[in-house]
């Protein structure tokens, strides 16, 4: 009889999507009190991509989504399940992942969005890891996707400069077999008494879409940058740890660490404390910016397209995002 605990995870294909728009900080430069300089230097970012009119995070996660399965070498007919990891959704409801079901034409599959802003993706990797290892499905989509630009307060000079648009997704699949493969774990956390450091604070639910929040900007995004680049250093330092600890990895043994790109300093940093050398960092945040549920996805993409990860590699995950929620992933390839 089979056993369920022989059931793993893996990531059986990747795709990422980034809209063709380029937007500098030399752009900026032109309608903001910026620099390119200033941007560089604290941030490592030179550039970000920014949707076309006719795109949004469902039209961006669907053709990351069909990447990942043609790599995974399945038909949208094949995935249970969809789960788009998002916090700049298409609408308030129905759910993006179903606006991306349909045009998947993956009609068989069960299709929701989970809302982890930063950290959506690791987030949506555990709740995959849970149904593949358990039995439930066999094939699931997780598709982190953003449309930042459409959240963002172009005239603050202290959120603008940092964020993008874009997708990336994996395909999972579950397999059958003794030897640990694949997603070997994920450590997931938030503190809602932390709700207040970046946050959209417009009141949907709670108030009603009204005038007065539309006019003092609610609808966008607020941030206390240097608070949250603090709690972030700290936060993403201890889970990674922390999953290097339950897997009993040391950080030799260890390939690619893929952070969540919020801001160069803070991955220097965290690298540092974690004596991770930097040549195995990946890193892309000077293309994107912050595309936040995006970010690690479009990294895992670009990093096994380009052969910085190849087969029996271990890699981390590490991420911090609004919430405050924070969390690590180790996959075995
Ligand atoms: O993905 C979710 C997690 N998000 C993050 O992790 C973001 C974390 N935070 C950060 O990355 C950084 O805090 C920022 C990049 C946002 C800001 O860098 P900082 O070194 O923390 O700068 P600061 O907020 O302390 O501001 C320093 C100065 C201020 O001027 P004064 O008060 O010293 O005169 C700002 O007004 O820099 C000014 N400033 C700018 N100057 C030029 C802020 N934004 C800009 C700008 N260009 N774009």
Redesign the pocket.
């Known amino acids: 009889m089979t056993s369920q605990n022989t059931f793993r995870a893996v990531v059986a294909g990747t795709g990422a999507y980034l809209p063709e728009k380029i937007l500098t900080n030399k752009d900026?430069e032109k309608t903001?009190?910026?620099?390119d300089a200033?941007?560089t230097e604290?941030?490592g970012i030179r550039e970000r991509r920014i949707a076309a009119d006719d795109e949004s995070a469902s039209t961006m996660a669907a053709k990351a989504g069909k990447l990942a399965l043609e790599a995974g070498g399945i038909g949208p007919e094949d995935v249970d399940l969809i789960i788009v990891c998002t916090s700049s959704p298409d609408v308030l409801f129905p759910s993006t992942a179903c606006f991306v079901q349909n045009e998947l034409q993956a009609f068989g599959s069960a299709a929701y969005d989970i809302s982890a802003?930063?950290s959506g993706f690791v987030f949506g990797l555990s709740i995959a890891e849970q149904y593949l290892k358990n039995g439930r499905y066999k094939n699931i989509l997780v598709i982190g996707s953003e449309v930042n630009s459409r959240i963002i307060d172009w005239t603050d000079?202290?959120?603008?400069?940092?964020f993008g648009d874009g997708a990336g997704a994996l395909l999972l699949k579950r397999v059958e077999q003794e030897k640990p493969l694949g997603i070997l774990s994920t450590h997931i956390y938030s503190d809602g008494r932390l709700s207040d450091l970046?946050s959209v604070p417009g009141g949907i639910g709670r108030t009603g879409i009204n005038k007065q929040d539309v006019d003092d900007k609610k609808y966008f995004i607020k941030?206390s940058?240097?608070a949250?680049?603090k709690v972030?250093v700290k936060r993403m330092t201890d889970v990674i740890r922390e999953a290097l600890e339950f897997n009993g990895l040391s950080v030799e043994e260890v390939g690619l660490l893929v952070p969540?790109q919020?801001?160069q300093?803070?991955i220097s940093a965290v690298a540092e404390r974690l004596n991770y050398p930097m040549e195995k960092v990946f890193m892309n945040i000077h293309k994107y910016g912050?595309t936040?549920g995006a970010?690690i996805p479009i990294g895992i993409d670009e990093a096994k397209r380009s052969g910085r990860i190849q087969p029996g590699d271990i890699s981390v995950l590490g991420v911090?995002?609004?919430g405050l929620t924070w969390g690590s992933a180790v996959i075995k390839w």
Do not use: E, K, P
Not at 32 to 35: A, G, K, P
């Open positions: 900026l903001l009190d910026t620099s200033w941007i604290r941030t802003v930063c000079r202290s959120t603008c400069i940092l970046i941030m940058g240097n949250t680049f972030a969540h919020a801001n300093r803070i912050n936040s970010s911090v995002g609004a």
